[in-house]
C-alpha cells in the first residue's frame, strides 16, 4: 500500500513539473509574438560595375565632309575626262601649279578687254614693241571657246593688263603673267609683264622673239599652264610664234570642264 501511494505521488508530480513547463513555454511564446519584428539588417549597395568607355567611331572627333556629294562627283568625273584627254592635252600640269585647281575666265564673259600700259621712259621703247603684243594677242583669235579681244586705254578696268620692263632681274625670264582667281577658279584678272632685254646687259630683243614671248604670256592669261611639247606656243621656252593644234585642244578642254578645285577628299 505504502509504495502504491509513492508511485501516485510521484506521478502526480510528474504531471505537475510537465505541466509548469508547458505553461512557462506558451508564456514565453505570448511574451515573444507581442515584441515588434526586428528591423531588417541594411546591407550595403554593392558597387556599380565600371563604366566602358564608348567605342571610337569614324569622324567622332572631327567634322564631317562638307562637300556635297554632287560636287564630288562632278570633281571626279573633270578628273577622268583629263585622264581620257591626257595624250593630246596638258591640263594636268595645271593642277600641279595651282594646288589642283582650274582656273579661268567665266563662261559669260568672252570678250577680254586689254590694256597696253606705255611708258616711253623704259630704255630702248618703241611703237613696235606694243605693235609686237598686239600680233600676239591676236594670234589667239582662232580659239574655239569664243574667246574675243578688246583693246581700251584705261588699266584700272581692264581684264589684261601689260606693261614693260627693262628686264626681269635674276628670274631668267622674259615674260611672266600673274592670275587673280577666287576659290572657284574663276579668274578677275591678269597682269602680263614683258621684258625688254634678257638681263641687264643684253641688246634689246628681237621683233620675232617678244611676239613668241608675248603669245606665250597671253596663254597664261587665258588660264593655260606649261606644256612639255616643243610643238607647243605654251612650251616654257617656245621656238614656234603661233599656237598648235594641241595648245587649242587644252584650252578649248578647259573652258569645257567646270572651273575651281578638283581635290577629293
Known amino acids: 500500500m505504502t509504495r502504491f501511494l509513492i508511485a501516485v505521488l510521484l506521478i502526480l ?4 513539473v510537465v505541466d509548469r513547463s508547458r505553461r512557462q513555454a506558451n508564456a514565453e511564446a505570448a511574451i515573444a509574438a ?11 549597395a554593392p558597387p ?8 571610337p567611331t569614324p569622324y567622332a572627333d572631327a567634322p564631317p565632309p562638307t562637300t556635297p556629294t554632287i560636287d564630288l562627283l562632278a570633281r571626279l568625273a573633270t578628273r577622268r575626262r583629263l585622264d581620257r584627254e591626257r595624250g593630246r592635252v596638258y591640263l594636268d600640269s595645271l593642277l600641279a601649279e595651282t594646288d589642283s585647281t582650274l582656273a579661268r575666265w567665266p563662261d559669260d ?3 577680254l ?14 611703237s613696235a614693241i606694243r605693235d609686237d603684243a598686239r600680233i600676239a594677242l591676236h594670234a589667239w583669235d582662232g580659239n574655239d571657246v569664243g574667246l574675243h579681244f578688246r583693246e581700251i586705254d584705261s588699266p584700272d578696268s581692264a581684264d589684261i593688263r601689260v606693261q614693260w620692263v627693262p628686264s626681269l632681274p635674276d628670274s631668267g625670264r622674259v615674260g611672266v ?8 577658279g574663276v579668274v578677275h584678272g591678269a597682269n602680263v609683264t614683258l621684258a625688254l632685254h634678257r638681263n641687264s646687259d643684253s641688246a634689246l630683243l ?40 594641241r595648245d587649242y ?17
Open 206 to 245: 628681237a621683233s620675232a622673239v617678244r611676239q613668241r614671248v608675248a603669245a606665250h604670256e597671253f596663254g597664261h592669261a587665258l588660264g593655260l599652264p606649261h606644256s612639255g611639247n616643243t610643238d607647243d606656243i605654251m612650251f616654257p621656252s617656245a621656238p614656234v610664234a603661233q599656237p598648235s593644234r
Open 34 to 44: 507581442q515584441r515588434p519584428a526586428a528591423a531588417p539588417v541594411e546591407r550595403p
Open 13 to 16: 508530480g510528474l504531471l505537475v
Open 113 to 126: 578687254t586689254v590694256a597696253f600700259i606705255v611708258d616711253t621712259t623704259v630704255p630702248g621703247w618703241t
Open 249 to 265: 585642244a587644252t584650252l578649248l578642254l578647259l573652258y569645257a570642264v567646270p572651273s575651281g578645285s578638283l581635290r577629293t577628299p
Open 48 to 55: 556599380p560595375p565600371p563604366r566602358t568607355p564608348p567605342l
Open 109 to 111: 564673259d568672252h570678250t
Open 177 to 184: 603673267t600673274a592670275l587673280t582667281f577666287g576659290p572657284d
